[in-house]
């Protein structure tokens, strides 16, 4: 067993060493690309050799034939096989930021610049097949390469393999490819977290676009992309007044402040969960909220921009055993 592992190790260095990580568009050449006999390539050698040596026991020019054909068609379907990854384009295309414990899905870009289609490509990792497409001529495709997101933080993209066995599955060609990606984690979102923390500090009302009560109402501004259609004035478009959008007068009190030091004594990771269910929380109810941790704070806001510069703050935060 340690020899084995031992030998797994060294051929995972050498390929570092042989293929690097690439950056930006990567096009297959010969030098990336492996061959050897697939499980049905090495049954297919067997009867081969079977057939030749009992044509030779028998002296049968028939067998001889035969042999020789099979064999030749073995020798067109390796060279077939390594042409199916010949020139083809390789680029990653990132993946889109999730939570701990679910998982990410990195975009890889394929493309066919020649004029032969390719059929039969496969994403490969080390836990099995991920995807699988053809490509016509000139055309290009994307597929995905899902990693379970274990940790919180930054989470570079696994080597993987781009494999076929076109044509006849008699042969397996790969090559190992790592490719600079990398995607956040945010921190897993308790499920146990206290009640969002009102803010205690100055009283009054202060213009808000994301208030509610038609009570509270405080002015007109033009549409912007991305307003609530609930907040819309139907009434101005009507009156031929254009798109705007109402605001509402908020209580400053309002302004609620997610506070790392209101979380003591609970463990980072804990604190982190939490603070990550608070921001949630805080932008389904479209509160204006601010985050204060150790090394940096965030003024209060709201919206998708401020939600996810809190994510990833949190998701950045420096690990324990870092």
């Known amino acids: 067993m340690r020899l084995r592992a031992w030998a797994n190790s060294q051929y995972r260095d050498w390929m570092r060493r042989r293929n690097p990580a690439v950056r ?13 006999p697939s499980g049905a390539g090495l049954v297919f ?6 057939i030749l040596l009992s044509a030779m026991n028998y002296s049968n020019s ?20 390594h042409r199916n990854l010949l020139g083809l384009k390789v ?32 994403l490969d990792t080390s836990e099995g097949t991920r995807d699988r497409c053809d490509l016509p001529p000139g055309a290009s495709a994307v597929v995905f390469l899902p990693c379970p997101a274990l940790r919180r933080g930054p989470f570079r993209a696994p080597r993987f393999h781009l494999a076929c066995r076109y044509p006849l599955g008699l ?5 190992p490819i790592k490719l600079e990606m990398t995607a956040l984690v945010y921190p897993q979102p308790s499920t146990a977290a206290p009640a969002i923390p009102a803010t205690h500090g100055d009283q009054g009302h202060q213009a808000s676009e994301h208030s509610g009560g038609q009570e509270d109402f405080h002015g007109l501004r033009d549409y912007r992309q991305g307003d609530p259609w609930r907040h819309i ?8 007044q254009g798109l705007t959008t109402k605001l509402f007068a908020e209580p400053l009190d309002e302004r609620r402040w997610l506070d790392w030091e209101s979380l003591a004594p609970r463990p980072v990771e804990t604190r982190l969960s939490v603070l990550c269910r ?18 940096k704070t965030i003024e209060p806001a709201s919206g998708a921009a401020h939600r996810e510069r809190c994510l990833q703050a949190l998701a950045l935060f420096p690990r324990e055993d870092s």
């Open 24 to 36: 930006g568009t990567l096009s297959l050449n010969g030098r990336r690309i492996y061959i050897l």
């Open 45 to 50: 050698a067997l009867m081969i050799f079977i």
């Open 62 to 81: 028939m067998a001889f034939g035969v042999g020789f054909l099979l064999g030749a068609m073995g020798l067109v379907a390796m060279h077939h096989t």
């Open 91 to 122: 680029s990653g295309l990132g993946a889109e930021p999730v939570f701990v414990g679910d998982t990410l899905r990195f975009r890889v870009r394929l493309e066919n610049p020649g004029r032969r289609p390719r059929h039969g490509l496969e």
């Open 171 to 175: 042969f397996r060609a790969w090559s």
């Open 233 to 240: 004035s139907w009434q101005a478009l009507a009156r031929e």
């Open 278 to 295: 608070w921001v949630l929380d805080c932008d389904s109810r479209h509160l204006v909220y601010g985050l204060r941790l150790p090394d």
